[in-house]
């Protein structure tokens, strides 16, 4: 059983940068990948990004590249997204999820990660 626990949404303006952090717990943080979903009011849950357990391999929604950075830090059981130039289409809840491989995370259609955080919300003004 994996908890996951993200923090550091906030409201920001528009061209600004937040960095969002999802704490794991457990042992075996470095064997599972990791990824970050957001949920706009009214829209489906998309995909973000992901992260392999040794940080090796990083994939990206083409809506979010070159703005949004994922990271892990395995010695702390913490993956982050760092977000910039902030636009208010960014305005969603943030949530982390892990899984045992990044294919489960996003297949490229569609997630079954094992384990979910409880979101964390994002409000970007214009």
């Known amino acids: 059983q994996v908890q996951l626990i993200e923090s550091g949404g906030g409201l920001v303006q528009a061209g600004g940068s937040l960095k969002l952090s999802c704490a794991a717990s457990g042992r075996t943080f470095s064997s599972y990948a990791m990824g970050w979903f957001r949920q706009a009011p009214g829209k489906e849950r998309e995909f973000v990004a992901a992260?392999?357990?040794?940080?090796?391999?990083?994939y990206y929604a083409d809506s979010v590249k070159g703005r949004f950075t994922i990271s892990r830090d395995n010695a702390k059981n913490t993956v982050y997204l760092q977000i910039n130039s902030l636009k208010p289409e960014d305005t969603a809840v943030y949530y982390c999820?892990?899984?045992?491989?990044?294919?489960?995370?996003?297949?490229?259609?569609?997630?079954?990660?094992?384990?979910w955080g409880q979101g964390t919300q994002v409000t970007v003004s214009s």
């Open positions: 992260i392999s357990g040794s940080s090796i391999s990083t």
């Open positions: 999820a892990a899984d045992a491989n990044v294919a489960g995370i996003w297949s490229g259609t569609s997630s079954r990660a094992m384990y």
